[in-house]
């Protein structure tokens, strides 16, 4: 099923709340859906609180997540939770590192 990133976040965070209605609730307020595509979703957490963290770093709540979005979209997505806070300026995910490597050249920061 072809959806827009804002659709599938929507969706998602609704069919989240039946399933898991506190990680529903900290998603909604602290995550913002950042790629989508490629069988690939990435969700930016900023401004967790201590439980929020936890919660949403547990395998077990992040398999419940990558399941919903995957039965969602009606493939397997895989769906990464990044916690803003655990990246430090210059860090690169494993796509922009690929990337990279595959062209032999290094990301800057413009900043």
Do not use: H, I
């Not at 659709?7 to 859906?33: H, I, M, Q, V, Y």
């Not at 895989?78 to 655990?86: F, G, Q, T, V």
Request: aromatic letters at 6%; a neutral charge.
């Amino acid at each position: 099923m072809r959806s827009s990133a804002g659709e599938a976040w929507a969706r998602f965070l609704d069919e989240l709340e039946g399933r898991a209605a506190a990680l529903s609730e900290a998603l909604s307020r602290c995550g913002k859906l950042v790629e989508f595509g490629g069988g690939r979703a990435v969700v930016r957490l900023s401004g967790l609180k201590a439980a929020d963290r936890a919660m949403v770093q547990d395998a077990r709540n992040q398999k419940l997540c990558t399941k919903v979005f995957s039965d969602l979209m009606g493939e397997r997505v895989e769906l990464r939770l990044e916690d803003s806070a655990a990246v430090r300026p210059g860090d690169q995910d494993a796509f922009t590192s690929r990337v990279a490597s595959l062209f032999d050249g290094k990301v800057e920061d413009d900043r």
